[in-house]
């Protein structure tokens, strides 16, 4: 069982950064994959990048590539998301999630097992 807490999130002008932290409970994190996804109001959640175990390999979607950063610390059971050149449209409440799929890494919503709470980012000027 993993539980996990985002923070980080608020009200940023355009062109702003906004870290978002992820904290996981649990001795076991670096076994997970670990996601961030987002959901803005009347839209389907998406998939926003994914990072594998150990950190060697991270895939992004074609919205946030080049402006998202992912990382995770597994000595702190936390992986965070770095974003710059923020968009009004990049406006979601945002969820990261771990998964125990057995690839090493997804994209795939249904391969997450843990979920957090969310966070709300808002880019508006």
């Known amino acids: 069982q993993v539980q996990l807490e985002e923070s980080g999130g608020g009200l940023v002008q355009p062109g702003d950064s906004l870290r978002l932290s992820c904290a996981a409970s649990?001795?076991?994190?670096?076994?997970?994959?670990m996601g961030w996804f987002r959901q803005a109001p009347g839209k389907e959640r998406e998939f926003i990048a994914t990072i594998s175990r150990r950190s060697t390999v991270t895939v992004y979607a074609d919205s946030v590539k080049g402006r998202f950063t992912i990382s995770r610390d597994n000595a702190r059971n936390a992986v965070y998301l770095q974003m710059n050149s923020l968009k009004p449209e990049d406006t979601a409440l945002y969820y990261c999630?771990?998964?125990?799929?057995?690839?090493?890494?997804?994209?795939?919503?249904?391969?997450?097992?843990?979920w957090g709470q969310g966070t709300q980012v808002t880019v508006s000027s």
């Open positions: 649990g001795r076991t994190f670096s076994s997970y994959i």
């Open positions: 999630a771990a998964s125990s799929s057995g690839y090493s890494y997804t994209d795939n919503q249904a391969l997450y097992d843990y």
